[in-house]
């Protein structure tokens, strides 16, 4: 079984709609992340959990909203979708053992229409 | 503002070719540089962090370099399964409870046989 999954995998939206997007990991990390891809963009980070307690924005947080559930399940929602949220959407983990080296583990990704 | 450029965009090579792929960054206080290899359709796979200039860490045929503003991914004759997106990102020491990561456009590396 995958260590980090996202559902839905696949969306497609109207202008205007509310979505969740869901990430569950496996791994037991405290640290979680949302980040977009976008083509000739790369990847930009949205939202990040250090661990249940604490939510930080990224880069680029707004018309985003998230909630983290539990250690391992944090969720991304778009509360009024826009055409230009149109994007591949990725959860990632990461833990930082002390005195160790941070290692990310990315979700297979959503890649999300709004219409 | 903190940027992280990749060259080239995209790479094309024989079997066995061995190249170098760069990534340049300008974030103040480095903490760590990462490289990943991502698949179409699929999320970025991780391969290396490193976390101070002179490092050096491989990989089967990767081997990642870091100097105070640049990092390369030597690839040492690559074959056809090599070929992917290589994805490099770094953060930087932005204060306490903050985290900033910034990652660069990728080079896709084609390997033909």
């Known amino acids: 079984d995958a260590d980090v999954t996202q559902t839905p995998r696949n969306r497609i939206t109207k202008t205007g709609k509310r979505i969740m997007l869901e990430c569950s990991q496996t791994?037991?990390?405290?640290?979680m992340y949302w980040y977009r891809q976008d083509p000739g963009l790369g990847l930009r980070l949205i939202y990040y959990?250090?661990?249940?307690?604490?939510?930080n924005k990224g880069e680029i947080s707004d018309g985003y909203s998230v909630s983290r559930q539990a250690q391992a399940k944090f969720s991304l929602s778009l509360e009024s979708a826009i055409p230009n949220q149109t994007a591949l959407y990725f959860c990632?983990?990461?833990?930082?053992?002390?005195?160790?080296?941070?290692?990310?583990?990315f979700g297979p990704g959503t890649r999300l229409l709004v219409l | 503002e903190d940027q992280v450029t990749q060259s080239p965009e995209a790479l094309r090579l024989q079997e066995g070719e061995s190249s170098s792929l760069n990534c340049s960054y300008t974030?103040?206080?480095?903490?760590?540089l990462f490289w990943y290899r991502q698949d179409p359709g699929k999320g970025p796979e991780f391969l290396f962090t490193l976390y101070s200039a002179g490092e050096e860490k491989e990989k089967e045929r990767l081997k990642a370099t870091l100097t105070k503003k640049e990092s390369f991914l030597h690839i040492t004759a690559p074959k056809p399964e090599d070929s992917a997106t290589y994805l490099c990102?770094?953060?930087?020491?932005?204060?306490?409870?903050?985290?900033?990561?910034?990652f660069g456009k990728g080079t896709k590396l084609s390997v033909i046989p």
């Open positions: 959990s250090f661990d249940v307690k604490d939510i």
């Open positions: 791994k037991g990390h405290d640290r």
């Open positions: 990102a770094a953060t930087e020491n932005s204060g306490a409870g903050s985290y900033q990561l910034t």
């Open positions: 974030v103040s206080g480095l903490r760590g």
């Open positions: 990632a983990t990461s833990d930082l053992p002390g005195g160790g080296e941070e290692t990310q583990y």
